[in-house]
C-alpha cells in the first residue's frame, strides 16, 4: 500500500508502507535462495598444438610470436667474404686442433705415458701434469690470458 504525502515544498512523495517493504525484502530474500545455482565442470583446453590444442593455430601462433620477435640475427663480423674460404680455415682449424688432442692424450695415456709435457699451439699452450690419483691439465690463452684447469681422475685397478 502506498501513501502520498507532501514535502515542504509542497511535492508528492510517494512513500511505502512497513509491511509492503517487509513483504518486498521477503520475497527477494526468497527467491535468491530458492533458485538452484545451476553450472557445469569447467573443461582447460590448451590453445598451442604443442600443448594438445588445436593443430590449426600453429600459423596464427607461429606468426604472433614472430611479430613479437625483436631479436636480431648475431653477424659473423666478416660480411663480405667468402663463405667457403670460413669453412674451409674452420675446418682446418678443426682437424689441427684434433691432431693436437690425439698428441696430447698419446702423451698423457699412451704406451709411454709421460709424468709432465707441454704443447704449445699458436697462442695456446698446454701443460698436463700426472699425479697419483689424476692428471691435472692447464690450458693457457695467451691473447686473453685466461687459464682452464681441468682434472681428470685417474682408475687403478686392482690386479695381481
Do not use: C
Request: no cysteine.
Amino acid at each position: 500500500m502506498k501513501m502520498k504525502n507532501r514535502n515542504e515544498k509542497g511535492e508528492t512523495i510517494m512513500r511505502m508502507s512497513r509491511n509492503m517493504r517487509w513483504f518486498l525484502v521477503s520475497t527477494s530474500v526468497t527467491l535468491a535462495i530458492g533458485a538452484g545455482a545451476q553450472a557445469q565442470e569447467l573443461v582447460y583446453t590448451p590453445v598451442n598444438p604443442s600443448f594438445g590444442g588445436n593443430p590449426f593455430n600453429s600459423a596464427h601462433l607461429l606468426a604472433v610470436a614472430n611479430a613479437q620477435d625483436k631479436t636480431e640475427a648475431p653477424s659473423s663480423g666478416n660480411s663480405g667474404s667468402n663463405p667457403q674460404a670460413d669453412l674451409f680455415v674452420r675446418q682446418l682449424q678443426s682437424r689441427l686442433l684434433s691432431g693436437l688432442a690425439s698428441q696430447v692424450a698419446e702423451a698423457i695415456f699412451g704406451d709411454d705415458p709421460q709424468d709432465y709435457g707441454r704443447v704449445v699451439f699458436g697462442d695456446q699452450t698446454i701443460e698436463f701434469t700426472r699425479g697419483l690419483d689424476s692428471i691435472t691439465l692447464n690450458i693457457l690463452d695467451a691473447t686473453t690470458g685466461t687459464t682452464t684447469e681441468i682434472v681428470v681422475p685417474i682408475f687403478t685397478t686392482g690386479g695381481g
